[in-house]
């Protein structure tokens, strides 16, 4: 038999996420890797509790099709949502999506093709490029400095059909952009004609200070925003949404439909319940608590163990550090060395559209235990020394 | 602002899905059209079980991030259950999905592209047109007869990517092939290198005879085979899944994991709950019973009133009658009238990926009650008459 398969089949790749997940489960294995949140954090409880009220009251409109753009009551408790920071999309602007990362992938499709240019951070999310990646297109970097995109620079890739950019505590690097830099973004976009994506899995996860407004609050209309219940309450559960300017939603909520009918209904309707009466306010505060702990662990053990050659930011929220050595340093191929001595990390590589340096790596803080935090930073030390 | 989208964004269309469910929803009118289970058959009490069984015994696992994969102990139980088919994968080449729809858009992405061939069956089920048309893919018709396509004209589409085909109770023409034609098809298909995606979603829904063994029992290694928990439980979990020859299991995974990264896991730990001891058997016979009651109401109410010139078979199993009228009857048009009186069906032209005719409708049975059914075909067939 032979296989003829689409020209970019190739280019389908699973990040390093899937390596990653099966990192986690070695045992004995200190894994700094994981993108996972503290199962500790997930309220058990509240869950049950709401998945035998919505199986008791309305087990038919759980268990039944459901309409593509999403559960009604959830789409509009997301619009609320978005309304108390600032950002304005109604309800039917909303398209409920299994976790945020499709609402990334339906961008990839509607958007992107053969030749087609994207702009990027540098760093960036490594799932984001791999849902890109095969559509063909080709990676434009956006000109940034510590305070992400550059304004001024952005004429450079005016012509890209959309720029990805991961305003609060960015994934890979922690980035946390200020308040005037995201207007003079979004009005520098918005004036070249560059629609933006704004990703936010981790804006409700600050330590410091709560971030400022999304990008999509200044112009709308010209941004597409992408949020998630996965860091806030379960990953598992593979809810997140869209939220789109009317000229484009219809193509996300056709391809929506075109792809799998629609996002679970069951779940759907489990995350409403639990949020629909202001839970997650005082989930959110212990959620922060708890990782803000793990936060200044990591803080700690990086001063006290890494050595001076090695940089990073103490990111004000999130749940990663991105740490820099000098040029020369390989830790793509010190993984496997890593993971026999005890821990593993993220090669900073995976987060490289183009022209990946092999310089810097991603350590997570929130899955692992304070102690795990001291020593798996030291173990990591050791070797980088 | 500009929206530059991907070249084939005008091709992304909702099949008539949507308008669908939203018909469904008018208080009144009698829904012939909807694709859906009924929700009486749902079992709600297994389901509520099993979910307060995953989430007290197993609630850190079915919060969090699973493998791209899916949940192992629900590829065990496929795999198995494929066995008792007489179809043999592994489980390590059986990757849950968001309902089988997701498994045919998985296969569009990963074989299809602009200008490359697909073989589908006239008429097909609209809703894998609407996943396989933005891909920019060239639809070619294979040679079928009353007994589905023909084997030893598959060589006129031996240069397509794959044939997709549902043997049993194919929707919409509620067509089952025997088993001889089917042994046929496979292995002329392996002989042509002409994969299959044999999809099959209605398959335990017969009301006559088990039917024959699918086409993958004959060559799984060039077959892709799509299948659903959607029927014979519950469409609104979004739980389905494929399975695939290991040359391109890899591929389907990826784009699995760039997509969503996986399945949502407490549904999958739910279905598994309540399939994984054997319940499927009982209820699988109850679901039958009562929808075979529905599709013998239908067959009589459309021999009690539509005209002679009006020509359908009774379908041995599945969700629907296709009902044929003359030359010239536009059931298109007819269908805003047809509403208006009261009555739902899904215009048979939806059906066709190329050089729609519009003489023909497709009717459910199985949502609505034996009094409507035959309220509804009255109407509809005063409508034609």
Same mark, same amino acid.
């Given at each position: ?241 869209? @939220?789109?300017?009317?000229? &484009? ?8 439909? %075109? $792809? !799998?009918?629609? #996002? /679970?209904? =069951? ?70 060395? @890593?993971?026999?001595?005890? &821990? ?8 490289? %559209? $183009? !022209?990946?340096? #092999? /310089?810097? =790596? ?24």
């Amino acid at each position: 038999m032979s296989w003829k398969l689409n020209c970019h089949a190739d280019l389908m790749e699973q990040a390093m996420t899937r390596k990653i997940l099966a990192m986690g489960a070695a045992p004995g294995l200190i894994s700094l890797a994981g993108g996972m949140p503290a199962p500790e954090s997930f309220p058990v409880a509240q869950i049950k509790e709401a998945a035998g009220k919505v199986l008791t009251d309305t087990p038919a409109a759980a268990l039944q099709y459901g309409v593509s753009d999403g559960y009604m009551p959830l789409r509009e408790w997301v619009s609320q949502d978005l309304e108390k920071r600032g950002v304005h999309y109604a309800p039917d602007q909303i398209l409920i999506t299994n976790g945020s990362q499709q609402a990334i992938s339906l961008a990839a499709w509607v958007f992107l093709e053969d030749g087609a240019k994207l702009a990027v951070e540098t760093p960036t999310y490594l799932a984001a490029i791999s849902t890109f990646r095969p559509t063909g297109c080709d990676f434009v970097d956006m000109p940034c400095d510590c305070d992400g995109p550059i304004p001024e620079e952005l004429y450079k890739v005016a012509d890209a059909r959309f720029a990805y950019v991961i305003p609060n505590f960015q994934n890979p690097a922690g980035l946390l952009i200020s308040a005037k830099r995201r207007r003079a973004i979004a009005e520098a976009a918005s004036e070249l004609g560059l629609p933006i994506f704004e990703d936010n899995p981790y804006g409700d996860l600050y330590y410091d200070n709560e971030p400022p407004a999304p990008l999509a609050a200044v112009d709308p209309e010209n941004t597409i925003y992408g949020g998630s219940f996965s860091k806030v309450l379960s990953p598992g559960m593979r809810v997140g949404y869209v @939220a789109c300017p009317k000229p &484009v939603y219809k193509y996300f909520l056709n391809l929506k439909s %075109a $792809i !799998d009918v629609h #996002t /679970n209904m =069951l779940n759907q309707m489990i995350v409403h319940e639990v949020v629909k009466d202001g839970f997650l306010d005082n989930h959110l505060e212990s959620v922060r608590s708890r990782y803000k702990v793990h936060r200044d662990a990591m803080a700690q053990a990086l001063t006290k163990y890494m050595p001076k050659e090695a940089a990073w930011q103490t990111p004000s929220g999130g749940m990663f550090f991105w740490v820099t050595f000098p040029e020369g340093t390989d830790c793509t191929s010190l993984l496997d060395e @890593a993971v026999k001595r005890g &821990v593993a990390y993220v090669p900073g590589e995976a987060f490289y %559209a $183009i !022209d990946p340096p #092999t /310089n810097s =790596l991603r350590l997570s803080f929130v899955t692992v235990s304070v102690e795990q935090i001291d020593a798996g930073v030291k173990m990591l030390a050791e070797l980088l020394s």
